[in-house]
């Protein structure tokens, strides 16, 4: 089971860190991604690390703002939040797949199988 945490209330421009750790579970050999879902609107891609930390991708929207990091021995996956935007607010997923080649990477939502609960990101302006 995957379980986020780090979510809350900020300014915008304000940063937050959100986490995404294994219950029970271990991120071996998985890419990790998150996703995010605003009110009334289909879950989005924000970002995903290959499971050897070397390849990383970001929507438009969040690069240069936003940073996917890992620690596969700690179980825990990253996202580091910098001058954050209303437009940022959203429940915020963490997803896990398994992969064979430890840079590989997978951009859609189908591609995940491993779900998070999520959790509030909500900027003020």
């Known amino acids: 089971q995957l379980v986020e945490s780090g979510g809350g209330l900020v300014q915008a421009g304000d940063s937050l860190r959100l986490s995404c750790g294994a219950s029970?579970?271990?991120?071996?050999?998985?890419?990790a991604a998150w996703f995010r879902q605003a009110p009334g609107k289909e879950r989005e891609f924000v970002a995903v690390?290959?499971?050897?930390?070397?390849?990383?991708r970001y929507a438009n929207s969040v690069k240069g703002r936003f940073t996917a990091s890992r620690d596969n021995a700690k179980n825990t996956v990253w996202l580091q939040m910098n001058s954050l935007k209303p437009e940022d607010t959203a429940v915020y997923y963490c997803?896990?797949?398994?992969?064979?080649?430890?840079?590989?990477?997978?951009?859609?939502?189908?591609?995940?199988?491993?779900w998070g609960l999520g959790t509030q990101v909500t900027v003020s302006s």
């Open positions: 029970g579970g271990t991120f071996n050999r998985c890419a």
């Open positions: 997803a896990v797949r398994q992969v064979y080649d430890s840079n590989y990477i997978y951009l859609t939502e189908s591609d995940y199988n491993y």
């Open positions: 690390i290959s499971w050897s930390g070397n390849t990383t």
